[in-house]
Structure formats: structure tokens, C-alpha cells
């Protein structure tokens, strides 16, 4: 089990910034990989941006040069910090373990709800 606990949401003007965090209840060691979703009104859930246990990173194209996830592993953190905010990143965040064993499983968040005004 993992639970994930996100903070660092708000509403912030275009061109603003905001870094979410993500604190997990168990060593990021023990997790494959550490990953920030969102989802926006009646759209689905999407990819933002994936950190593996190797520390290489993936991002989604609408977020990549405006976007940053990164790790401490001393706090089991996961950290995006989002740069030149646009309207269209509004939505709600969600923070996602997978974690890789005789299967796969995923873990979330509750959510962070980000909000760019415009």
C-alpha cells in the first residue's frame, strides 16, 4: 500500500507559477515510479509528467520547457513545479505511485485542484 498525500494547488494567474508536492507514506526506493496526472471538466485523466526509480523523467508535450518533476528521496517526496501557467492547465492534479512487484499496481491522491486565471 502507498498512500499519497498532494498540496501546493491554488489559483494563480497566467504566466504564474505554482509547485505541487507529493509526499508518499513508504520510500520512493520501493516504488517504480512516481508520476503527476491531471483532469480537467469533462475531459479524461491525461498524462503530465512521469519520474521512474532511475530518475529519468517524461512529459507530456503540452507541459514539456514549462514543467518540472523532480524527487527527494530523504522526504519520499515528489515535487512539479509548473512555470508560465496557462488557463488550459487548469484542472484537477493527481499524484500516481506504480508500483511493479508479480503485477502492477497504481496508487493516488486525493487531488489538487490547480486553477489558472486568465
Known amino acids: 500500500q502507498v498512500q499519497l498525500v498532494e498540496s501546493g494547488g491554488g489559483v494563480v494567474q497566467a504566466g504564474g507559477s505554482l509547485r505541487l508536492s507529493c509526499a508518499a507514506s513508504?520510500?520512493?526506493?520501493?516504488?517504480?515510479?512516481m508520476g503527476w496526472y491531471r483532469q480537467a471538466p469533462g475531459k479524461q485523466r491525461e498524462l503530465v509528467a512521469t519520474?521512474?526509480?532511475?530518475?529519468?523523467?517524461n512529459y507530456a508535450d503540452s507541459v514539456k520547457g514549462r514543467s518540472t518533476i523532480s524527487r527527494d528521496t530523504a522526504k519520499n517526496t515528489v515535487y512539479l513545479q509548473m512555470n508560465s501557467l496557462k488557463p488550459e492547465d487548469t484542472a484537477v492534479y493527481y499524484c500516481?505511485?506504480?508500483?511493479?512487484?508479480?503485477?502492477?499496481?497504481?496508487?493516488w491522491g486525493q487531488g489538487t485542484q490547480v486553477t489558472v486565471s486568465s
Open positions: 519520474i521512474s526509480g532511475g530518475g529519468s523523467t
Open positions: 500516481n505511485a506504480r508500483v511493479v512487484r508479480s503485477f502492477l499496481t497504481d496508487y
Open positions: 513508504r520510500s520512493l526506493g520501493s516504488i517504480n515510479a
